[in-house]
């Protein structure tokens, strides 16, 4: 099992800025992506922000410019570091990382796709 802990997450007025952290731990045998999510009441989850193995990354169009993503390849740890926050970038948090784990038993190892717990951020009008 892989098992995220998100954390960083709460309330910021306009034009402040949070950052947010998202560790990954467990039968991790190796990453292939990790990113960010968000969902706000009434709408549907949306990309924020994802990087790959090789450190490419890419953003939702109204991220672009304030938010940037990180990952430390040796703690398993994705951040996002958000800036200029506006209410519209209110939303839950949800932190995905995508790759392979060893399983007892198992000749390979198998693939995962695990989600956080999520974590609420505030920016209020």
């Known amino acids: 099992q892989v098992q995220l802990v998100e954390s960083g997450g709460g309330l910021v007025q306009p034009g402040g800025s949070l950052t947010l952290s998202c560790s990954a731990s467990g039968n991790i045998f190796s990453i292939n992506a990790m990113g960010w999510y968000r969902q706000a009441p009434g709408a549907q989850r949306e990309l924020v922000a994802r990087?790959?193995?090789?450190?490419?990354?890419n953003y939702g169009d109204s991220v672009k410019g304030r938010f940037t993503i990180s990952r430390d390849n040796v703690d398993n740890t994705v951040y996002l570091q958000m800036k200029d926050l506006k209410p519209e970038d209110t939303a839950v948090y949800y932190c995905?990382?995508?790759?392979?784990?060893?399983?007892?038993?198992?000749?390979?190892?198998?693939?995962?796709?695990?989600w956080g717990q999520g974590t609420q951020v505030t920016v209020p009008s």
């Open positions: 990087i790959i193995t090789s450190g490419s990354s």
């Open positions: 995905n990382v995508m790759g392979y784990m060893t399983v007892d038993g198992a000749p390979v190892p198998r693939p995962f796709d695990s």
